[in-house]
């Protein structure tokens, strides 16, 4: 059983910043791509951004040049850099990675506003 678990979400003022952080109990973590996603209110779940294991990115087009993924295998843990926070990133955000199959977390809600 992989286990994941996100922290460090919360409430932030527009323009504002925070970093997700997201530990797996895995071994795979170091071979494996970690994703986030977020699930507005309303809305579908949603692909935030994606790193490999050789560490290249992607990320959707609401967020590129604000949010920033990164990952420290040797903490086996994935990080999301959130910047210049919009009231429209608000939602619960989640990390997702496949070790045979798919493995959520319980998600963090960030909320953006004033």
């Known amino acids: 059983q992989v286990q994941l678990v996100e922290s460090g979400g919360g409430l932030v003022q527009p323009g504002g910043s925070l970093r997700l952080s997201c530990a797996a109990t895995t071994s795979f973590f170091s071979i494996v791509p970690v994703g986030w996603y977020r699930q507005a209110p309303g809305k579908e779940r949603e692909l935030v951004a994606r790193i490999t294991s050789g560490g290249n990115t992607n990320y959707a087009d609401s967020v590129k040049g604000r949010f920033t993924i990164s990952r420290d295998n040797a903490k086996a843990t994935v990080y999301l850099q959130m910047s210049n926070l919009k009231p429209e990133d608000t939602a619960v955000y989640y990390c997702?990675?496949?070790?045979?199959?798919?493995?959520w977390g319980k998600g963090t809600l960030v909320t953006v506003s004033s």
């Open positions: 997702n990675l496949k070790v045979n199959m798919d493995y």
